[in-house]
């Protein structure tokens, strides 16, 4: 999608406010290139039902109940009393937006998706506690892999972690 960039922002400038042109000139650049639109989707879609199945087990398990974990939590089936866990959540997914390259050239869709640790951190408030730290574990091995990821571009050349000024 980031070799593609520079095409869309032509075809932009080209076509102006004519929000259905550009709609069909940007469905045929991503079919002439081979590009699935929703690829990014994926690990969303596929992660989808584990959040689902936790949620519900977590909710119906009368084993998990009252039974102690670590520190403050007392009960991965209710909601962290100190909102510590959604916090730190929040943190981890504000952590690898910040890490991840911009590939965004919509205003709108940035600022969307510059809220969106707050948005999340904001529902997860009422989730159980265990669906909260499953989320931290995701996103934490999220950012250790995409540390290795880079060192490993950045070892061949092939990236940056500076951001390219404007």
């Known amino acids: 999608m980031r070799m593609l960039q520079p095409k869309i922002q032509a075809m932009r400038e080209r ?3 004519d ?3 550009q709609s069909q000139e940007m469905m045929a650049l991503y079919k002439a290139e081979k ?8 690990p969303l879609i ?6 689902l199945a936790l949620y519900y087990m977590l909710s119906a398990s009368v084993e ?3 039974a102690p974990f670590i520190l403050w939590i007392h009960d991965l089936s209710a909601q962290d009393p100190y909102y510590i866990l959604p916090i730190i959540m929040g943190a981890t997914m ?9 590939t965004v050239t919509d205003p ?5 998706m510059t809220f969106m640790p707050v948005i999340f951190t904001v529902f997860f408030l009422w989730f159980p506690s265990g669906l909260v730290v499953y989320y931290i574990v995701s996103n934490l091995v999220t950012i ?4 290795l990821i880079y060192r490993g571009l950045e070892k061949r050349g092939l990236h940056s972690r500076e951001k390219k000024k404007s």
Not at 35 to 42: A, E, I, S, T
Not at 108 to 112: A, G, L
Not at 144 to 147: E, L, N
């Open 144 to 147: 250790i892999q995409q540390q």
């Open 108 to 112: 709108m869709q940035q600022k969307i």
């Open 46 to 51: 596929i992660q989808m039902p584990i959040f």
């Open 19 to 21: 929000k259905q042109r």
């Open 35 to 42: 590009v699935n639109p929703l690829g990014g989707c994926f």
């Open 15 to 17: 076509l102006g406010d």
């Open 94 to 102: 504000f952590f690898i937006q910040k890490m991840s390259p911009t």
């Open 64 to 66: 998990l109940r009252h």
